[in-house]
């Protein structure tokens, strides 16, 4: 299938994807986990009675990786394929990932993919997403054809699907800061309009992954045994359900109020960057993360209104794809012109 402008934001917790699909935005969300494949998998053996795990092999530098929904959770050793470092998008994980959201598109053709990277990170990474990723593509399962890509900061896609669906919400004629709350980093903007004030802007490592983090090490204290399936905390944190480690289940919300400590140190650095907040219609919180910051948030910022966006986890990725649909619309008018 071939598509105009194929969204992706390839995070560190979820890799989500948006394209038009006629008058609809087709969306897909699946874990940021790329295990190596198991060369010896018997689910495919089930006969009918277990359910096949919806994922796909992709094929990165030689190696074979499991990419898709279906992805286990859940290692023998709690490595299950996720990737935290700054240099993440440079990583073969980074490319199966991005493989993987393509494949399950069923996109072979895209005249323009539109990628994000932190707002700390932009200026030194972009170049190599643009190159990597434009050109023949082959993931072991069919070559794909990308006529071009561009990079955006992350939290611009926010901004762009408040400017879209926030109505009256946003404010052209004064500033919004729209905090991005992904699995490893928290990044911010404050924009007038759709311009950025890049001293206010920034980005830090202290996403929800650091939390899970500091619950894992309150869960290993209170139970006297090894926990670091973050993986497995996520997801319970998320369904508001108790997590089952050794035959307990564990409420989670205690320790998340005592992980607070986390949270607070970065929007305390959030806010010595932002500085003086008089001058803000409001603040725009968004990312998979934006339910555990939203409190401290509002804490940090008690007298700005605080605009949560409905669906957090695809509002980057939708704001991916506008801003594609918008350059290349002006650059096919430029081109005609």
Same mark, same amino acid.
Not at 39 to 66: F, H, N
Not at 240 to 248: A, D
Not at 280 to 286: D, K
């Given at each position: 299938?071939?598509?105009?402008?194929?969204?992706?934001?390839?995070?560190?917790?979820?890799?989500?994807?948006?394209?038009?699909?006629?008058?609809?935005?087709?969306?897909?969300?699946?874990?940021?986990?790329?295990?190596?494949?198991?060369?010896?998998?018997?689910?495919?053996?089930?006969?009918?009675?277990?359910?096949?795990?919806?994922?796909?092999?992709?094929?990165?530098?030689?190696?074979?990786?499991?990419?898709?929904?279906?992805?286990?959770?859940?290692?023998?050793?709690?490595?299950?394929?996720?990737?935290?470092?700054?240099?993440?998008?440079?990583?073969?994980?980074?490319?199966?990932?991005?493989?993987?959201?393509?494949?399950?598109?069923?996109?072979?053709?895209?005249?323009?993919?539109?990628?994000?990277?932190?707002?700390?990170?932009?200026?030194?990474?972009?170049?190599?997403?643009?190159?990597?990723?434009?050109?023949?593509?082959?993931?072991?399962?069919?070559?794909?054809?990308?006529?071009?890509?561009?990079?955006?900061?992350?939290?611009?896609?926010?901004?762009?699907?408040?400017?879209?669906?926030?109505?009256?919400?946003?404010?052209?004629?004064?500033?919004?800061?729209?905090?991005?709350?992904?699995?490893?980093?928290?990044?911010?903007?404050?924009?007038? #309009?759709? +311009?950025?004030?890049? =001293?206010?802007?920034?980005?830090?490592? %202290? &996403? $929800? *992954?650091?939390?899970?983090?500091? @619950?894992?090490?309150?869960?290993?204290?209170?139970?006297?045994?090894?926990?670091?399936?973050?993986?497995?905390?996520?997801?319970?944190?998320?369904?508001?359900?108790?997590?089952?480690?050794?035959?307990?289940?564990?409420?989670?919300?205690?320790?998340?109020?005592?992980?607070?400590?986390?949270?607070?140190?970065?929007?305390?650095?959030?806010?010595?960057?932002? #500085?003086? +907040?008089?001058?803000? =219609?409001?603040?725009?919180?968004?990312? %998979? &993360? $934006? *339910?555990?910051?939203?409190?401290? @948030?509002?804490?940090?910022?008690?007298?700005?209104?605080?605009?949560?966006?409905?669906?957090?986890?695809?509002?980057?990725?939708?704001?991916?794809?506008?801003?594609?649909?918008?350059?290349?619309?002006?650059?096919?008018?430029?081109?005609?012109?």
């Amino acid at each position: 299938m071939k598509v105009s402008v194929f969204a992706v934001d390839v995070g560190y917790g979820n890799t989500k994807s948006a394209f038009r699909m006629g008058s609809d935005i087709a969306t897909s969300m699946f874990p940021s986990l790329a295990p190596l494949a198991v060369s010896d998998a018997v689910s495919g053996y089930g006969q009918g009675v277990l359910s096949a795990r919806k994922v796909v092999p992709i094929e990165v530098d030689g190696s074979t990786y499991e990419i898709g929904p279906g992805v286990e959770l859940s290692s023998a050793y709690g490595n299950a394929g996720r990737t935290l470092s700054e240099d993440f998008c440079l990583t073969p994980n980074y490319a199966a990932l991005l493989g993987g959201a393509l494949h399950f598109a069923g996109v072979t053709e895209v005249e323009r993919m539109v990628l994000g990277l932190p707002v700390h990170s932009i200026t030194k990474y972009s170049a190599h997403l643009r190159d990597a990723f434009s050109g023949v593509l082959d993931f072991g399962n069919g070559p794909i054809t990308v006529h071009s890509v561009k990079v955006i900061p992350q939290p611009l896609g926010s901004l762009v699907s408040f400017s879209e669906y926030g109505g009256v919400r946003f404010d052209r004629e004064n500033a919004h800061l729209v905090i991005d709350v992904g699995y490893f980093t928290t990044d911010w903007v404050v924009a007038h #309009g759709f +311009t950025m004030n890049d =001293r206010r802007s920034g980005g830090a490592p %202290g &996403g $929800a *992954s650091q939390v899970y983090k500091r @619950i894992a090490s309150l869960i290993s204290a209170q139970e006297g045994e090894p926990a670091d399936d973050v993986e497995r905390i996520d997801k319970c944190l998320r369904e508001k359900k108790p997590m089952l480690f050794y035959g307990k289940d564990i409420d989670l919300a205690p320790l998340l109020e005592q992980s607070q400590a986390v949270i607070n140190a970065t929007v305390k650095e959030l806010q010595n960057r932002v #500085g003086r +907040t008089a001058d803000l =219609r409001s603040i725009v919180l968004t990312g %998979g &993360g $934006a *339910s555990l910051y939203e409190p401290a @948030i509002r804490a940090a910022f008690p007298r700005v209104d605080l605009d949560v966006l409905d669906s957090p986890c695809f509002a980057n990725a939708k704001g991916f794809l506008i801003v594609g649909e918008s350059t290349l619309a002006r650059e096919r008018k430029a081109l005609a012109a």
